[in-house]
């Protein structure tokens, strides 16, 4: 059995499947891992709990496989979050520094203040990021404490969620008679699974296409510049292949994984596929380009929405390294080429990386998340111990020093 002390669990609640990696932290402080659970999730729609019994099942039964596998209980997880409902925005925060030398009470007065915006009662901060510091109109500093100055900035970037939509999830986890550390915007997760330190400080694109949701984060210089959430993501593209194929959501979805292509041109009219029927007919055969062409304008449609929400937010411009596609659809053949047409820029498949143990079985799109959130809470539990906690004193300097320690 594993040591319960360094066992970090992800859970990443999402539309299509619920999936749960189980790591455990070696003698150097990386992250091995031991366990993977999943099953189909029955009561999220694009992103958002709506039937609490039918999520509570799905998550149970992705934790018991993953505790067969590790050989170790559950006792609490870090939670991904996601939903149209994420709103995200850059804030700005000026104090004077008390002694005229930056201390850590004063990084943490700077944050506060740029994190003093007002949001509707029913929303929250989920996460307050750290985009640089700025002293005496010097800016581009990174680690502020020890500098000597008269004026203190901060440049963050602050996520926003629903209120009800993070106390379902915790609910949910605790219905499992499981305890939830932190709650994690999803495509920051991924991010810390799938991106480079060299991408991010040269400008990149995350872009995570889930079953229901399309989660867009841009980082530029070490940091997060911009997040966003569509309401399309892949199961989008298995009703338009049921409706187009006249087909059960369940055969589409079974067909659009396995002979689902975004590119037309990759597959040949020869090729054909069986087809089920609804209502008890006979199945049919058909063309795999049939198929092709009835997911390629979907998949055009949602890299379209994603150019015209970059190049609102101006982002377009500072993206040199790119696009990062992760995500159970980023599985889709062809789908690359589709978004470097669309978006005129390079992509690449994002898969997990910086996990050893088992890391083979996490190595695809779909476990980006999971994987991610065992990579946050081992950061966090690398940095400060008094992460675990949500709220209260603490809580600012935990986010701001665990930025500095990823980014100095």
Same mark, same amino acid.
């Given at each position: 059995?594993?040591?319960?002390?360094? $066992?970090?669990?992800?859970?990443?609640?999402?539309?299509?499947?619920?999936?749960?990696?189980?790591?455990?932290?070696?003698?150097?402080?990386?992250?091995?891992?031991?366990?993977?659970?999943? %099953?189909?999730?029955?009561?999220?729609?694009?992103?958002?709990?709506?039937?609490?019994?039918?999520?509570?099942?799905?998550?149970?039964?992705? $934790?018991?496989?993953?505790?067969?596998?590790?050989? %170790?209980? $559950?006792?609490?997880?870090?939670?991904?979050?996601?939903?149209? #409902?994420?709103? +995200?925005?850059?804030? #700005?925060?000026?104090?004077?520094?008390?002694?005229?030398?930056?201390?850590?009470?004063?990084?943490?007065?700077?944050?506060?203040?740029?994190?003093?915006?007002?949001?509707?009662?029913?929303?929250?901060?989920?996460?307050?990021?750290?985009?640089?510091? $700025?002293?005496?109109?010097?800016?581009?500093?990174?680690?502020?404490?020890?500098? %000597?100055?008269?004026?203190?900035?901060?440049?963050?970037?602050?996520?926003?969620?629903?209120?009800?939509?993070?106390?379902?999830?915790?609910?949910?986890?605790?219905?499992?008679?499981?305890?939830?550390?932190?709650?994690? =915007?999803?495509?920051?997760?991924?991010?810390?699974?799938?991106?480079?330190?060299?991408?991010?400080?040269?400008?990149?694109?995350?872009?995570?296409?889930? +079953?229901?949701?399309? &989660?867009?984060?841009?980082?530029?210089?070490?940091?997060?510049?911009?997040?966003?959430?569509?309401?399309? +993501?892949?199961? #989008?593209?298995?009703?338009?292949?049921?409706? +187009?194929?006249?087909?059960?959501?369940?055969?589409?979805?079974?067909?659009?994984?396995?002979?689902?292509?975004?590119?037309?041109?990759?597959?040949?009219?020869?090729?054909?596929?069986?087809?089920?029927?609804?209502?008890?007919?006979?199945?049919?055969?058909?063309?795999?380009?049939?198929?092709?062409?009835?997911?390629?304008?979907?998949?055009?449609?949602?890299?379209?929405?994603?150019?015209?929400?970059?190049?609102?937010?101006?982002? &377009?411009?500072?993206?040199?390294?790119?696009?990062?596609?992760?995500?159970?659809?980023?599985?889709?053949?062809?789908?690359?080429?589709?978004?470097?047409?669309?978006?005129?820029?390079?992509?690449?498949?994002?898969?997990?990386?910086?996990?050893?143990?088992?890391?083979? =079985?996490?190595? %695809?799109?779909?476990?980006?998340?999971?994987?991610? =959130?065992?990579?946050?809470?081992?950061?966090?539990?690398?940095?400060?111990?008094?992460?675990?906690?949500?709220?209260?004193?603490?809580?600012?300097?935990?986010?701001?020093?665990?930025?500095?320690?990823? #980014?100095?």
């Amino acid at each position: 059995m594993a040591s319960k002390s360094n $066992i970090i669990v992800g859970l990443d609640i999402g539309t299509t499947n619920v999936v749960v990696v189980v790591g455990q932290l070696n003698s150097e402080g990386r992250v091995d891992v031991i366990g993977l659970g999943s %099953s189909p999730s029955r009561g999220l729609r694009k992103g958002v709990v709506i039937n609490i019994e039918a999520t509570v099942e799905s998550i149970q039964k992705a $934790i018991e496989q993953a505790q067969t596998m590790a050989g %170790s209980e $559950i006792k609490s997880v870090y939670a991904s979050i996601s939903g149209s #409902h994420i709103k +995200g925005l850059n804030s #700005h925060g000026i104090v004077g520094i008390k002694h005229k030398e930056v201390s850590r009470s004063d990084v943490e007065r700077v944050i506060e203040a740029a994190e003093a915006v007002a949001i509707p009662m029913d929303r929250e901060v989920l996460h307050v990021l750290p985009q640089e510091f $700025i002293i005496d109109d010097q800016d581009g500093i990174k680690e502020p404490v020890g500098i %000597s100055g008269v004026r203190l900035e901060a440049r963050v970037h602050i996520v926003t969620g629903a209120v009800a939509s993070a106390q379902n999830i915790v609910k949910c986890a605790n219905r499992c008679g499981i305890a939830v550390d932190d709650i994690v =915007l999803g495509s920051l997760a991924s991010g810390k699974s799938v991106l480079s330190p060299e991408e991010q400080e040269l400008g990149v694109c995350l872009l995570d296409i889930g +079953g229901g949701t399309t &989660d867009i984060t841009v980082y530029h210089g070490g940091a997060v510049k911009f997040t966003a959430v569509l309401a399309v +993501g892949g199961n #989008h593209i298995t009703n338009d292949v049921a409706a +187009g194929l006249r087909t059960p959501i369940a055969a589409a979805e079974e067909i659009k994984c396995k002979f689902g292509a975004a590119l037309s041109t990759l597959v040949s009219k020869e090729e054909t596929l069986e087809v089920p029927s609804t209502g008890g007919r006979a199945p049919r055969v058909l063309s795999k380009s049939v198929l092709a062409e009835i997911i390629e304008p979907r998949v055009t449609e949602i890299f379209s929405l994603v150019q015209a929400e970059l190049a609102k937010a101006r982002m &377009d411009e500072i993206l040199t390294s790119g696009v990062v596609l992760t995500g159970g659809t980023a599985n889709l053949a062809g789908i690359r080429q589709v978004a470097e047409q669309v978006l005129s820029m390079p992509v690449r498949i994002g898969n997990p990386a910086g996990v050893g143990g088992l890391a083979d =079985l996490v190595k %695809s799109p779909e476990y980006a998340t999971a994987t991610g =959130l065992v990579l946050w809470g081992a950061h966090a539990a690398n940095t400060v111990s008094s992460s675990r906690s949500r709220s209260g004193v603490g809580r600012t300097w935990q986010r701001v020093s665990d930025w500095l320690a990823e #980014h100095f």
